[in-house]
T-cell receptor
């Protein structure tokens, strides 16, 4: 069964550095998402992306964050000037089309800011 | 605004017991969809079920069953004859039926219930 893949599985970065989290959505999917889960807390929506532009973003997704689909397969989340509170698990998800379809999640990238 | 509440933070039962995980949601929309996801200790999010607001029929899948009641805005999840492998964090989540922006189908998650099944 096709799946969403995320790399790396664990990223350790010094505070203030930039980090790029990578995702390869399922190949025929059109809608892409990033979510964040701080340790022990709930999963929070960050941003949705369709047709090469952001569809919706949450209050968390400020100017520190950006997303990009640099080619036909990758979907990236860039975090600039990382802060300690950016430490979390970041999940990528995708759906084949609009509508309330189950979002297929990747295994996540655990980001640790030192 | 939409909101999902899972009041049970942690539940611990002995193997083979039945256990019910509660989920209460809030939305003003008449069209919406409810989901349950499982997050095992390995950390990934596994889709379990989707239910739309027009279908209140309960669903059973093996040892899993779901009870959707619009009158109480609840979508509870029951595991029958629990097993150690059921130990995980379970999240209830909500999507509105019509995204206000095309493609904006964000999931709103509850806080999750950590379920521990003891042998």
């Amino acid at each position: 069964e096709p799946e969403v893949t995320q790399t790396p599985s664990h990223q350790v970065t010094q505070m203030g550095q930039e980090v790029i989290l990578r995702c390869v959505p399922i190949s025929n999917h059109l809608y892409f998402y990033w979510y964040r889960q701080i340790l022990g807390q709930k999963v929070e929506f960050l941003v949705s992306f369709y047709n090469n532009e952001i569809s919706e973003k949450s209050e968390i997704f400020d100017d520190q964050f950006s997303v990009e689909r640099p080619d036909g397969s990758n979907f990236t989340l860039k975090i600039r000037s990382t802060k300690l509170e950016d430490s979390a698990m970041y999940f990528c998800a995708s759906t084949p089309g609009t509508g309330p379809q189950p979002q297929h999640f990747g295994d996540g990238t655990r980001l640790s800011i030192l | 605004a939409q909101k999902v509440t899972q009041a049970q933070t942690e539940i611990s039962v002995v193997e083979k017991e039945d256990v019910t995980l509660d989920c209460v949601y809030e939305t003003r929309d008449t069209t919406y969809y409810l989901f349950w996801y499982k997050q095992p200790p390995s950390g990934e999010l596994v889709f379990l079920i989707r239910r739309n607001s027009f279908d209140e029929q309960n669903e059973i899948s093996g040892r899993y069953s779901w009870n959707f009641q619009k009158s109480t805005s609840s979508f509870n999840f029951t595991i029958t004859a629990s097993q150690v492998v059921d130990s995980a964090v379970y999240f209830c989540a909500l999507i509105l039926g019509r995204g206000r922006i095309q493609g904006a189908q964000k999931l709103v998650f509850g806080q999750g219930t950590r379920l521990t099944i003891n042998p």
